[in-house]
């Protein structure tokens, strides 16, 4: 199969599903001729015209509302959030507005939107532009998260995003972007809500998120060649969340590992983590283990950014552990 | 009043009247449903501003679409709502507009356009600049009115939203309805210079009207709303106008921030309704005795809407985690919670 | 001891820190003469003037952003956010501002200012008006989470929060600011990271947080009359989060179930009830119970919200069931 | 440039001269560093608009503040830093302004009252503000520069943070830099309307200024930093200025955005190095060569704070959880994480 960068797929989703239904308009700042600065949306504005490829002034609240709004009436906005870090911005518009529109209106209203943003460290960016804010989002109801973890699923889950009645949020890796993954020429799109096996395996689980899915696949690797037989699974969606995929792995090994590069602390791994207890706990070996990003803001420096987040080497060393039936804490 | 139109629009100047006194008649029945404890929450009521949302919503076409704000009543009539689903949905009752599940600060009625009241000040600017949005994307002539209070002019959400109205030529008119406060607080305390000139200053055409004045309104609001369906919008419009009740049905002990002459001024002198019927009679479109059969007549209609709601049934327990999602009938039986 | 509200228990606390500090002041909306419409304030306009009790116009993230450099500078806002519903309007301010100002300054700098908010459903406010959105803040590095949870605790966790050199969001229950408790004449202060035992007991722990402190004394009440011992821990700050008397109770009772008003979906009860499976898990009978508010948008009609949060009756009937050894899931 | 002043202000001159060739020398290796792949991340160079921060920063106390940008070294130099702490800072050196834990985009120099560089575009823009309160408040006399882009200036913020400094008089000056871009594209496609009437519209006094004539910039700075310092305040500057560079360091194939020309012209007509040195010399300030040497020296003196920086220490890796809160040495070593 031809392999494509995620940047590319998430560009042919983009096309694909805007030569399929007019209705759909991409708005955000940078995106037309520039093409965003991950250049993730060349070509775009040249094809569909600057109605449907809006370059915005920077006004992060203003263009998310403006979406809600032209949601509610019979479009479908994919909003451009240029760092997954300016959601803080429009949280109020996104969950205030677009999540509960459906909900407060008894069905008779409802948002399909889109917002695409990203998330991720390790790329020097410091503070403000490195975090993995999934969590927040994920904790309103009446919001869809999808966390792709390579370029087959940034395409396959942004098309079902864009279809979906929902307002959705979706967090690519910015580390990612130019990263190849195998992605079919025909059309397909990726379910949301359901999990997917990367590996197999039958001594430990390892569940990751978005770019965590490759830690830990690489993690894996390792363990194997040691003896150890690791499953890794990917949600791709945290909500909706593939529970009966996530239990039936953990039921099947007795060991998991949650990794996801939000912090750690009020994140996702939490309740990932609960759920996992909640319903396997007579068939675990050990508590379920969380391993997500330092509960510190994210250092400028090298040498303590790359400490935060985790890494195939933490992620083997705690799964060995595991294994090997030591009791390990999260903290 | 604004110079006087031939009777030949007396459907018109009655159809305005009419919906000016069903306002006043809704909110009536609402204050007394509140004092009499049997509207679950507060509300907030229109009274007194009448004229701004009539003398606009009479310049729509049912197409159009208006937002709303936490004080929405007045919105939601003007623009064409019943008052039985409107009682309903502010008693909690399953036949309410939003089946319940909005209440008074979300009302909506979008089979007349009206995209919803809004309990965030300012939060549907965005909404509906995107209404705008929409209309121009999909070559739709339909124009969206944002209706939201001189308060909310502080919110930095009105200026992100307008620059982008303005830069590209949206079929929106921003209605400022001034009533001089901000909850319990003067408005004039808290916003420096001039609210017609923050408009301005984006390059929109502003405009100040007298918002007791139902036919100022209404003419402003005909030719401006015919101008954005052309695509010369946006605009602006300020309409001074004021309340005559508390911020919020509770808010009785007002007079630290506010006083009972101010009140009384506004009540006697520039009473929308009292001005209107005034106007009417003196020009022969209308009988006072026409008017008393016909105010009586939408008395009785609240009072049969307000009896209907009350005793309409609540949504089935089992509603409380329908329509989270459009596509989850049940958002917590579902695995996928 | 004299019973004071939990409206003017805020009230002295705020006047007793500014009597003593003159750089702490209050900003917000109607906060001076209206004493906000909760009427928490009222007085103290006439004591401190103007220029520390200060109105603002209805613009959140403007005066999160004015108290952050204030603080930043000198002085210690007391940021009044009428509704906690807003906070989505402040959340940049607040967490890519203040919550990093000292890391990002290497220590040089700091934002010492309190957000008071407040949380709770069950006022038939809807859906943007009664929200309990403490989880949001708590996953954020650098920002403190204080949830009194009665007059007591609101009295001496605002003194604290005001003297604290990091920001600090305080979220009051909005049901209880007429609830009366014993609060001392003489000055106090109740540190951060030190959980409460409300009531001890030994065959169940109920972990609750703000008004779910009421909610779970009232279950334990009940359960006393069917001889079961149920013990009562209020964290009062989340974070810092008293892991070890937490622990403590789950080793002692081996039982626990964590009750709060947040939605329960990647809320805090993930985040409590991983750390206590984590550390206590072979001290465990059964795994940490969750009990959030439904993962819905709050709905207006009272027949429906009723049904959102948690209840004496709904905590007492699961402790019940983990007592007798059911398994029980959270969903 | 600006009328010519008595050579008794020669001192002055040279400060400011000096204080925008340093910027320029700093920004220059910056851009090596970066180019050399000595640098992590990226950074947004100041080159071409030294004139706006001197002329500003030469105009305030060590005890005024100022907030910055993402585009900050300039600001940052002109407040008084010293290169050897800031290269550290861009390499993420532990003898950096912030340990290396800031980087170029959150450069500060607390010492000298910068309050900080800022990620966010508009950021900045409620701590300048609140800044201007503290002074207020503790009746203290100094006076707060708020510096961000026309890019900013779509940002709701900016209008509701002005609206507060109008209403209670703060001593605070908006200091917009109009570059005429933001980012890739040309700001006048993404602002509607005029930048100094949105400033108007809430009484703050508003000024345009040529930002590449440093004397002007200067003598406009200094009335209204006094008038700020008295009480008169806020006030509203809108320089005209240029990026000589792209965005950022990276952003090297720019064509499609901004032409070769355009640059050219301002680069080679409007330098305001070089216009000020011309004058300077045409004054008899100083002479030629005076100027090469005190060049040379700049270009020393920055040569060797790189390498200093260069083989500077990284923090200790135990760092990395310092500074979480002010209370607490290591947050992850607490119970309470
Ligand atoms: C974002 C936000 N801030 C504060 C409030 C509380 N609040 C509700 S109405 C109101 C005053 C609004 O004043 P204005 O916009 O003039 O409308 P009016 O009530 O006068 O019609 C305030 C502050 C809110 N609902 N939303
Ligand atoms: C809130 C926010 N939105 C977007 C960005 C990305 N961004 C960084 S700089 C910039 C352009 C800023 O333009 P301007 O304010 O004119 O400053 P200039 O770069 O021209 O100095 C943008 C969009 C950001 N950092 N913050
Ligand atoms: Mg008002
Ligand atoms: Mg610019």
């Known amino acids: 199969m031809r392999e494509i960068t995620l940047s590319q797929a998430v560009n042919e989703a983009l096309a694909e599903e805007m030569r399929r239904d007019e209705t759909v308009f991409i708005i955000g700042e940078d995106v037309a001729e520039a093409g965003t600065p991950f250049k993730v949306l060349s070509g775009l504005v040249e094809e569909f015209g600057t109605d449907r490829v809006v370059d915005t002034p920077i006004a992060e609240p203003g263009f998310m509302g403006l979406a809600v709004g032209a949601a509610m009436t019979g479009t479908r906005p994919v909003v451009d959030l240029m760092f997954g870090d300016f959601i803080y911005l429009i949280m109020d518009q996104l969950c205030n507005q677009a999540a509960k529109t459906h909900y407060m209106s008894g069905g008779k209203m409802s948002a399909p939107l889109v917002v695409r943003t990203n998330l991720g460290a390790t790329r020097r960016s410091a503070a403000q532009h490195s975090q993995s804010l999934h969590a927040l989002v994920a904790h309103i109801p009446g919001l869809k998260v999808a966390l792709p973890s390579s370029a087959y699923e940034a395409k396959g889950l942004l098309k079902t995003a864009i279809r979906d009645n929902n307002p959705v949020v979706i967090f690519e890796d910015k580390l990612m972007y130019n990263d190849k993954a195998p992605v079919p020429e025909e059309e397909y799109l990726i379910p949301f809500g359901e999990a997917h096996i990367k590996r197999a395996g039958t001594d430990v689980t390892l569940i990751g998120t978005s770019s965590m899915v490759q830690v830990c696949e690489k993690a894996a690797g390792n363990l194997a060649a040691e003896g150890i ?87 083997a060393e705690n799964a060995r552990k595991l294994v090997s039936g030591e009791m390990i804490h999260a903290a | ?132 949005y929409t209309a121009r994307l999909l070559g ?157 007549e939408i008395e009785r209609d609240a009072a049969a809407a307000v009896e209907y709601a009350l005793n309409a049934s609540y949504p089935d327990v089992s509603e409380v985690d329908m329509h989270v999602f459009t596509d989850v009938e049940h958002a917590l039986s579902q695995p996928t919670a």
Chains 1, 3 share one sequence.
């Open chain 1, 229 to 315: 037989s690791a499953e890794v699974i990917d949600p791709r969606t945290i909500v909706p969340l593939d529970e009966a995929a996530l239990l039936a792995s953990a039921k099947k090994t007795s060991r998991v590992i949650v990794v996801d590069e939000g912090h750690q602390s009020f994140g996702i791994t939490g309740e990932i983590a609960s759920r996992i207890n909640e319903k396997a706990f007579y068939h675990l070996d050990a508590p379920v283990l969380r391993m997500g990003a330092m509960d510190v803001p994210v250092p400028f420096t090298p040498v303590l950014e790359d400490l935060t987040v985790p890494t195939p080497q933490s992620v």
């Open chain 2, 1 to 132: 009043m604004s110079s006087a139109k031939t009777s030949s629009n007396a459907e018109d100047y009655l159809r305005m009247y009419r919906q000016m006194v069903r306002i006043r008649t809704f909110e009536d029945n609402a204050n007394q449903l509140y004092l009499s404890a049997k509207m679950p929450g507060l509300t907030h009521m229109y009274s007194g501003e009448e004229a701004v949302a009539v003398g606009i919503c009479e310049a729509l076409r049912v197409t159009d679409k208006i937002t709303s704000t936490h004080r929405g009543h007045g919105h939601c009539v003007a623009k064409g709502a019943e008052f039985k689903e409107m009682f309903c949905e502010l008693l909690g009752k399953e036949e309410g507009y939003c089946r319940g599940k909005g209440g008074s600060m979300h009302i909506a009625d979008q089979s007349n356009g009206n995209l919803g009241a809004n309990a965030i000040v300012g939060g549907s600017m965005g909404i509906a600049t995107g209404s705008a």
């Open chain 2, 140 to 296: 739709r002539d339909d124009v969206t009115v944002c209706f939201f209070g001189d308060g909310a002019t502080a919110q930095g959400l009105m200026y992100e939203v307008m620059n982008m109205a303005a830069l590209w030529k949206l079929p929106v008119i921003y209605a400022c309805e001034n009533n001089g406060y901000s909850e319990y607080t003067r408005t004039d305390e808290i916003a420096a210079g001039s609210i017609i000139a923050r408009a301005e200053a984006f390059g929109i055409e502003a405009h100040q009207v007298d918002g007791q004045d139902v036919l100022a309104v209404n003419e402003l609001a005909q030719k401006l709303v015919a101008r954005a369906r052309k695509g010369e919008g946006p605009f602006f419009i300020e309409l001074m106008t004021y309340r005559y009740h508390g911020h919020h049905v509770g808010d009785i002990n007002r007079e630290y921030y506010r006083s009972k002459e101010e009140e009384r001024e506004w009540k006697q002198n520039r009473d929308p309704i009292i001005k209107f019927r005034g106007w009417l009679v003196a020009q022969g479109v209308v009988s006072e005795g026409e008017i008393d059969a016909m105010n009586a």
